[in-house]
């Protein structure tokens, strides 16, 4: 999700909060779900949703007495209602409170089996399918699931860890078009003035990114290979096509620095939803609201399409890991405005950034990059998943060099594509690649809260350069700066400084020089300041 969409997703969450906080799922079950099934009619006489789902579950080394899936119940008008489910075909008993679907998990399944779960319901969804009018006046059904709202309509395993395999039916009348994960299967007319769309997602994605979207779209491919289509509403002006001329392009850069893109395609969609754009796997919404069709959101596609990367191929462990998505795709963004419209572009947004994180900081003195024990998944979205993780990856680049840093990221993204991901994981095949210990360094900024604020005075004195400095945070950084030195006849020369002490003087032999900048490209975050 991008920041110019934060905005967005912070006020519609207030609307929503109690149900991120009573709907977070703890713990992973003691199963594996390989894939999803969801056969799903909609109609436009009411909002009610009528679904037959089947999800394949593996069980290994343990089989547990109870099958445990998170499926909002009914409570007042809305919420889903069982009416039939079984396993293997069997008819099974089941609890279906607090959210969750308590299933007896049959006594005949042993260790190594796989086994089909079906659950029919139907039931008007709070929230995770939105149901309403576009600014045209038209009905849309969107699905919008992120971070953990899949289950308020759809019977799954709630948590990013859980990836799955999924297939999409959609019956709905005639009129609408479907657009969800994956590969297109078929479109079937049927007779009751309705048709059935199907689409298939062959690679594991979490449910967070698993999505449909419904409404009177029209569609035009943007690249000769086939793999970005933008869907539009019907009524839209053809101007908004604009807006997503460029993604062929962001797509093909981010290419070259991270390799194939990991999915069939990666479709730009006019969306109507409570939070705004979303990264849904190979399926982007965009919120109505900002296309304009001057191409104003060249940086959140970047954005959206680096998620594709880190967030949805490789996605975070746990929620205390979210910075592999948010932080990447902020990364990604920054490094696509750098290649594509140079450090002039770039340089006033970082300032800003850094700004944003140094504010947020000094509001939330313990918060890290790295929050354990998240009791709100509303507190990940900030300026530390976002924006300090993404400049604690520019850090890295600049510390390491760009090309033992590409083969780190491009090494971590190949070994658990398609699956999850730690922070420990990261920094294990950064430590690897690099052939250097850098404990240290991703202590200090994924898991220490702050940064750095440094004092400094400078003179020249025989033939030297003497520097003082002192660290004034209790927390005492190890850093590596650097420092400009400009001479006489406009020349200059970068130093490189290791600050490991609370105080330090460090002596430089050159000649006098005309003037004198540490940090010069800004690298380190925080706070160097000449007394």
């Known amino acids: 999700m991008s920041k110019l969409l934060f905005r967005y997703f912070l006020i519609s969450f207030l609307l929503c909060s109690h149900l991120l906080a009573t709907g977070q799922r703890r713990t992973l079950e003691p199963f594996d779900v390989l894939h999803y099934q969801f056969d799903v009619s909609l109609n436009d006489t009411t909002d009610v949703v009528f679904v037959n789902a089947k999800v394949t579950v593996f069980y290994g080394q343990h089989v547990p007495k109870n099958t445990i899936l998170d499926l909002a119940n009914q409570s007042g008008r809305t919420g889903m209602k069982v009416k039939e489910l079984t396993i293997n075909n069997e008819k099974v008993s089941f609890e279906h409170q607090a959210d969750q679907l308590k ?47 899949a289950h308020r309509w759809l019977p799954v395993v709630d948590h990013p860890a859980e990836k799955a395999t999924c297939e999409f039916i959609v019956t709905a009348p005639e009129k609408y078009q479907v657009v969800a994960n994956g590969e297109f299967l078929s479109e079937k007319m049927l007779l009751s003035n309705s048709k059935k769309t199907t689409w298939q997602m062959s690679y594991p994605i979490s449910t967070k990114v698993m999505v449909i979207g419904v409404a009177e779209f029209r569609t035009k491919t943007l690249d000769d290979k086939g793999r970005i289509t933008a869907w539009i509403y019907k009524n839209s002006d053809d101007t908004i096509l604009n807006d997503f001329s460029e993604a062929p392009a962001i797509l093909e850069s981010l290419e070259k620095l991270l390799g194939k893109y990991p999915f069939s395609k990666c479709d730009q969609v006019e969306s109507t939803t409570r939070f705004g754009g979303m990264e849904n796997a190979g399926n982007i919404f965009y919120p109505e609201k900002l296309l304009t069709g001057k191409q104003k959101l060249n940086k959140t596609i970047a954005h959206e399409i680096g998620h594709q990367w880190f967030g949805n191929a490789v996605t975070e462990k746990d929620w ?35 700004l944003k994180i140094l504010s947020y900081q000094k509001k939330n003195p313990e918060h890290t990059v790295v929050q354990q024990n998240i009791e709100d998944l509303n507190n990940l979205m900030n300026a530390l998943t976002y924006d300090k993780a993404a400049w604690v990856l520019r850090m890295l680049r600049y510390k390491l060099g760009k090309e033992t840093f590409r083969k780190i990221i491009f090494t971590f993204y190949e070994r658990f594509k398609y699956g999850n991901a730690s922070t420990q994981d990261f920094i294990d095949v950064a430590n690897e690649i690099s052939l250097l210990d850098l404990t240290k360094f991703f202590q200090q900024w994924f898991f220490t809260p702050g940064a750095p604020k440094v004092n400094y005075t400078w003179k020249y004195k025989k033939n030297k350069l003497i520097f003082e400095f002192e660290q004034l945070t209790d927390k005492m950084y190890h850093l590596d700066v650097d420092v400009q030195i400009k001479y006489q006849d406009m020349k200059f020369e970068i130093k490189h400084l290791e600050l490991d002490k609370r105080e330090q003087s460090i002596e430089i032999e050159c000649d006098e020089p005309s003037s004198v900048r540490v940090d010069p490209l800004n690298i380190i975050l925080g706070h160097f300041q000449k007394e």
């Open 320 to 354: 205390a890991d979210i910075w592999i998505s948010e932080g990447f795709a902020t990364f990604l963004e920054n490094y696509w405005i750098h290649e594509t419209l140079g450090k002039e572009y770039l340089q006033p947004k970082l300032e800003k950034e850094e």
């Open 103 to 149: 299933i007896q998990t049959l006594q005949s399944i042993q260790k190594g089996d796989t086994s089909e779960i079906y659950i029919s319901y139907e039931g008007i969804p709070d929230n995770g399918l939105i149901i309403s009018k576009n600014a045209h006046g038209d009905r849309v059904f969107f699905a919008e699931h992120w971070p953990n709202q």
